[in-house]
């Protein structure tokens, strides 16, 4: 059964006025919709303020004789003043909200060529909200002595519209290079986590929360999609950071939320707080698994209601921040273990996503080592290069089951800086690559030697089993690290597992080491390709 179609429009202050026999030699944008024969009116809902209710008696007079098949309604409008956003608004909102819609039977046309400016522009935006559930309709003319004019009718979801969906797309893929800096990263599932994070910086407000092991740059890409949203107009303030893991007692509720002068000892003067200073903008918590549960709570109030007490204050003040909440810990284990609000938890994980650390990702070492350089070049005011050989050496390095990379992209970054000072002449030759070769293995098996309990290879192994990390003995934690760093520096499963098995293979004349590693693989609950991409992924 055809839908009827519904037409819901203002009457026109001046166009649609028709005096006498004139009125039919003219253009009338509300009478020449009853006039197009491709466009059949079941019924036209006609809303009117006080002052012009005879006009509309008219107006529905003359649409009856061009379209006698039309029911035509008359709706009065309590605007105070045709003029005044506020009134006519809601007058319009009571409208949409006591109108029988039944978008099931009734197609409905939204006409927004006659009325104020004011009304027009309210009859779009309840439409683009969906209180009205219609299209917008548009009416004109090339010449005003054609009474039947044109008319134009506009879907509001813009996917619908090639030309306009494609500025989006190109619009997404400007977000996402913005936030990795320009540097072309290859990593399929990095790329798809950037292209998230660009979308809900662009479209959303809610809290964010960064997680990955230390060093992978969430610091970083919380100023990043700050920059962002600053240039999409979304922040007007600053960038406030805080590192909490520096922030104890009373010295941690003072720099959060301020203090009044006296408010304890030392508190010599009156305080404002960082997240005061953040009104406006945005507040990026680091290692927020840090703070204390009084820290906690007070977060918790500001964040949904925009405000809290300073330390030693009876008044409230007011702060309107976005936040980003970053941390390299288990914050689920942490509710677990009642460390961590599970109601902050929530309140902050609306939009989580897990950065994955540098070992994960090898196919973006090289692009990472390009822009390294380029920004050594620039800091020191020369040209820093790689020889040919050197760079392949490094690369083949960066990306061996040897690479432990703890420290993530920190570590590169350091490398490739130190590398380019102790260069002569700004060329980075095979030796200088040995010795920081040498520099960083020795640094990674020191820090192996330690009692970390978030070591490189833990949280490799974490990346890539997610929760099912915490079921893994400790003594299969290393063997597996180095399984997985070996599958990823080796294009196939049959090529991993020959270089895994190489000295027995030596002793058999026939061997499937290819079978043999899918076995170690299955007792994880693993396959090749979950190895290769990553594993289980946090996201939005």
């Excluded at 491709?38 to 061009?66: C, N, P, S």
């Excluded at 978008?103 to 009325?115: A, W």
């Excluded at 997680?211 to 969430?218: D, E, I, N, R, Y």
């Excluded at 040897?402 to 130190?418: H, K, M, P, Q």
Aim: with cysteine; proline share 4%.
């Amino acid at each position: 059964m055809a839908k009827k179609t519904v037409v819901i429009g203002f009457v026109g202050t001046q166009l649609d006025r028709g005096e006498g026999e004139d009125r039919w030699g003219r253009w009338r944008p509300t009478v020449s919709i009853g006039m197009q024969e491709d466009l059949q009116v079941d019924r036209l809902e006609l809303l009117h303020d006080e002052a012009g209710e005879e006009t509309a008696k008219r107006i529905a007079a003359d649409f009856r004789l061009v379209s006698p098949e039309t029911l035509v309604n008359l709706h009065g409008i309590p605007a105070r003043d045709p003029w005044d956003f506020e009134s006519v608004y809601e007058s319009l909102f009571d409208f949409a909200s006591r109108y029988p819609f039944d978008p099931d039977r009734e197609d409905y046309l939204v006409h927004i060529s006659t009325g104020t400016h004011v009304m027009q522009i309210c009859l779009f935006l309840l439409t683009e909200s969906r209180h009205i559930p219609g299209r917008l309709l548009q009416t004109g003319y090339r010449d005003r002595r054609d009474a039947k004019g044109t008319y134009d009718v506009i879907d509001l979801d813009l996917s619908r519209y090639d030309r306009i969906a494609a500025r989006f797309e190109l619009e997404a893929k400007e977000g996402a290079a913005f936030l990795k800096s320009g540097i072309e990263t290859r990593n399929p599932a990095y790329n798809a986590l950037v292209d998230r994070i660009a979308r809900v910086a662009e479209r959303s407000d809610d809290p964010v929360l960064l997680t990955g092991p230390t060093g992978v740059g969430k610091t970083r890409l919380a100023r990043l999609i700050y920059e962002w949203k600053r240039k999409k107009r979304r922040v007007t303030g600053p960038f406030v950071e805080v590192n909490c893991a520096t922030l104890k007692g009373a010295a941690a509720m003072s720099a959060l939320f301020g203090h009044e002068k006296g408010a304890y000892t030392g508190a010599v003067s009156k305080r404002e707080g960082l997240m005061r200073a953040a009104d406006g903008g945005m507040l990026f918590l680091d290692e927020v698994g840090e703070l204390g549960p009084d820290e906690q709570a007070m977060l918790l109030r500001a964040i949904e209601e925009k405000r809290f007490y300073p330390l030693g204050s009876d008044s409230e003040s007011r702060s309107d921040f976005q936040l980003i909440c970053g941390t390299n810990r288990g914050l689920g284990r942490m509710v677990r273990e009642g460390k961590f609000r599970a109601d902050l938890l929530a309140r902050v994980s609306l939009w989580t996503f897990r950065i994955p650390g540098l070992a994960e990702r090898p196919e973006d070492i090289a692009p990472n080592v390009d822009y390294e350089v380029a920004r050594v070049s620039e800091k020191y005011g020369r040209k820093v290069r790689f020889s040919r050989e050197a760079l392949g050496l490094f690369l083949r390095k960066a990306v061996s089951p040897e690479a432990a990379w703890r420290g993530n992209f920190r570590d590169l970054s350091g490398a490739v800086t130190r590398m380019a000072v102790l260069s002569e002449g700004g060329r980075i030759t095979e030796s200088v690559v040995e010795a920081e070769w040498k520099r960083l293995r020795d640094g990674w098996r020191e820090a192996d030697g330690g009692d970390s309990k978030d070591d490189g290879d833990s949280a490799l192994v974490r990346s890539v089993l997610g929760a099912r990390a915490e079921e893994t003995d400790p003594f299969d934690i290393p063997q597996l690290a180095l399984v997985i760093r070996t599958c990823r520096a080796e294009p196939t499963l049959s090529a991993a597992g020959r270089t895994l098995f190489r000295e027995s293979m030596k002793k058999r004349k026939s061997s499937n080491d290819s079978d043999r590693l899918r076995k170690y693989l299955a007792r994880f609950g693993l396959t090749w390709d979950e190895v290769r991409e990553g594993g289980e992924k946090e996201g939005a």
